[in-house]
């Protein structure tokens, strides 16, 4: 069964760090691209940031640039999220997605973890 389970979040202070983690099974994550998208109450899906199946390219949405980094350990089928300096903005449930580098309709997505920025 193919599967993506996040991990690492929680509620933390303003200007704190938080590390997501995302396991993988069930398929080869290192034929996959993958990303971070998050969804924050009363908004749409979004984006926070994305890296190639082989580690060589990332992007990040630009309210997170500087802040967060995605990464990602093929040998241990996972990819994390770095993020640094949160605030309030980016409160918001976190989803790992993953899709095949050359079957763009074979995709799959976690279930989310809760990501709370508050004092």
């Known amino acids: 069964q193919m599967q993506l389970v996040e991990s690492g979040g929680g509620l933390v202070q303003p200007g704190g760090s938080l590390r997501l983690s995302c396991a993988a099974s069930?398929?080869?994550?290192?034929?996959?691209?993958m990303g971070w998208y998050r969804q924050a109450p009363g908004k749409e899906r979004e984006l926070v940031a994305f890296i190639t199946s082989t580690g060589n390219s990332t992007n990040y949405a630009d309210s997170v640039k500087g802040r967060f980094t995605i990464s990602r350990d093929n040998a241990k089928n996972t990819v994390a999220l770095q993020m640094n300096s949160l605030n309030s903005e980016d409160t918001a449930v976190y989803y790992c997605?993953?899709?095949?580098?050359?079957?763009?309709?074979?995709?799959?997505w976690g279930r989310g973890t809760q990501v709370t920025v508050s004092s």
């Open positions: 997605y993953a899709r095949h580098v050359n079957y763009h309709i074979l995709e799959y």
């Open positions: 069930g398929f080869i994550l290192s034929a996959h691209d």
